[in-house]
């Protein structure tokens, strides 16, 4: 099976999955003007009465085919500027140079450099690329396509010792430090965590470190009570070391599995940064042995290139074991995720798709590189299929232009 075939299946749905779903539906409605039909719009695999066994529970493979197709409609939608831009941009260099020589590939690496993907990344892909065309003898940039985006995912693996699991076990406290400067989105990812480890079915606390923006504590209190979680705080200004030690003496004593630190943002000064941010570290650790377990950096994906340098100042003053990259939908110039990777060597974890609670998403390449090029990939498949499997035209050719009788 191709790669673009195998990602439409896992992210979209097969098509054998579609035209049930789409008989079913027809059925369902009537006769209904199908015209407008948007196949872009696919909606998740739809359960029939056999799916279910005879405790009304759905089989582990029919879980997790839902669970990643609606991961796939998430990327989907947090990247679609992204999406727009890549496409299109490609699309157009495509069509410009027919033949895969020199002129493309140098396109190609200024459109990949403009979208944020970052310039050493983009000369190792470019190379790369350059490799496997000579090696597949493939001379139109049309068929190139499938390799460049397989290429991108390739790319993402190479850096094997970076994970983007979380180093979170059951039967201990695990704590998560949030660092990253003002307005990059640590508050607001702090509850969207708190949604998703509570919903699996973890104890979840909040400590509000930042004591030092004017309603920083509120904002927090805010997001513990939409998510149904206990904020510990102090008063604005306090020390967000004792902050933290409350914090954990008070998850220790109620069993919480997971607590979560928000912290402030000051970069400005980096060495009053470093000094707080070692001292709260210092304080977790030893209220907790190799605690933080993660120190979760977030980066602000509209910000592009200056992400990166907050990235290289903060992995000097702390030990970032991942990052958070926002606004991910704010930006078409979802190259990002890759320069951060290839350039920081540091994984990307989780992903902000949106400002709803559940669009903040565990970050993974497949669907990444789906949410960046979904409508080419089912496109791609759509004609493949096609060439392999023509459509019976004996309406046509029998000249019947309208279904009358
Ligand atoms: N569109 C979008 N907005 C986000 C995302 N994450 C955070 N934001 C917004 O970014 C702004 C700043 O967030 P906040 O959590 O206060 O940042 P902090 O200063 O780092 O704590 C808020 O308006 C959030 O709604 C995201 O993934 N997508
Ligand atoms: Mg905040």
């Keep these: 099976m191709s790669f673009f075939k195998r990602l439409k299946n896992k992210f979209s749905g097969s098509d054998e999955n579609q035209q049930q779903d789409e008989q079913l539906e027809q059925l369902e409605t ?55 831009n890549f496409q299109e941009q490609l699309n157009n260099l495509i069509a410009r140079y027919r033949k895969v020589d020199e002129d493309f590939f140098e396109a190609l690496e200024e459109m990949l450099i403009t979208a944020d993907v970052g310039f050493n990344t983009v000369m190792q892909l470019v190379e790369e690329l350059r490799e496997e065309a000579q090696r597949r003898n493939i001379s139109e940039t049309e068929d190139l396509r499938e390799v460049i985006v397989e290429k991108i995912v390739e790319i993402y693996h190479q850096d094997e010792e970076n994970s983007e ?32 480890y509570k919903s699996e079915g973890k104890k979840v606390m909040l400590a509000a470190g930042d004591t030092f923006r004017a309603g920083a504590i ?92 907050q990235a290289k100042s903060f992995k000097e003053v702390t030990n970032v074991t991942g990052i958070v990259l926002t606004k991910l939908d704010g930006t078409a110039k979802g190259g990002i995720v890759l320069a951060i990777r290839n350039e920081l060597h540091i994984p990307v974890k989780y992903v902000g798709l949106g400002e709803k609670l559940d669009d903040l998403q565990p970050f993974n390449p497949e669907s990444y590189v789906y949410g960046l090029f979904a409508d080419m990939i089912e496109q791609n498949v759509d004609e493949a299929d096609e060439i392999a499997a023509p459509k019976s035209e004996d309406d046509d050719l029998e000249g019947n232009s309208n279904e009358s009788k």
């Excluded at 909606?43 to 085919?65: C, N, V, Y």
């Excluded at 306090?238 to 979560?260: G, H, Q, R, T």
């Design 30 to 84: 009537e006769q209904n003007s199908d015209e407008d039909k948007d196949k872009t719009s696919k909606k998740p695999k739809k359960l029939k009465e056999a799916d279910f066994d005879e405790d009304g529970l759905i089989s582990i493979e029919d879980f997790e085919e839902i669970e990643a197709q609606q991961l796939g409609a998430k990327f989907k939608a947090g990247l679609e500027k992204s999406r727009e």
């Design 165 to 196: 699991v979380m180093d979170l076990e059951d039967g201990r406290l695990n704590v998560i430090l949030m660092v990253g400067v003002n307005g990059v989105g640590k508050t607001t990812t702090i509850g969207k965590l708190a949604h998703r």
């Design 218 to 309: 509120e904002q927090l209190k805010v997001w513990g009570e939409r998510v149904g979680v206990e904020v510990m705080s102090q008063s604005e200004g306090s020390d967000p070391a004792a902050v933290m030690y409350d914090a954990i003496n008070a998850a220790k004593s109620k069993e919480v599995d997971i607590l979560i630190c928000d912290t402030a943002g000051r970069l400005q000064n980096k060495s009053n940064l470093m000094n707080e941010l070692e001292k709260v570290k210092r304080v977790i650790g030893r209220a907790v042995p190799e605690a933080p377990h993660e120190v979760l950096l977030c980066l602000d994906a509209t910000t592009g290139q200056n992400a990166l340098s």
